[in-house]
Nanobody, 114 residues
Framework: VQLQASGGGSVQAGGSLRLSCAAS????????VDWYRQAPGTQRELVAG???????NYADSVKGRFTISRDITKNTVYLQMNSLKPEDTAVYFC?????????WGQGTQVTVSS
């Protein structure tokens, strides 16, 4: 399984970005893919993901601003980030955790200036 994250960049507060995580290497490979982030000096934290039933869940800090979605035909999981804040600055990673196997993408930097 390989995960390729992209879409990061530098934006001003209030701006938007859309991250993409392209998955390859298996059937139904985007099942179990979610988004994490890690700011300097902090632990990696879950930002958004899917429950087993297909519902979405979000960190409290991003609820109402971020939206996770997936396109099965493209094997891609997206993270739409709106109303960005300086505290959203971090490296964003996609992760696949399924059946006891965990895979991480390489991360994409998001920088939000005030």
């Amino acid at each position: 399984v390989q995960l390729q994250a992209s879409g990061g960049g530098s934006v001003q507060a209030g701006g938007s970005l859309r991250l993409s995580c392209a998955a390859s290497g298996g059937i139904f490979v985007i099942n179990g893919v979610d988004w994490y982030r890690q700011a300097p000096g902090t632990q990696r934290e879950l930002v958004a993901g899917f429950t087993r039933g297909g519902s979405t869940n979000y960190a409290d800090s991003v609820k109402g601003r971020f939206t996770i979605s997936r396109d099965i035909t493209k094997n891609t999981v997206y993270l739409q980030m709106n109303s960005l804040k300086p505290e959203d600055t971090a490296v964003y990673f996609c992760r696949r955790a399924l059946g006891g196997q965990v895979y991480w993408g390489q991360g994409t930097q998001v920088t939000v200036s005030s």
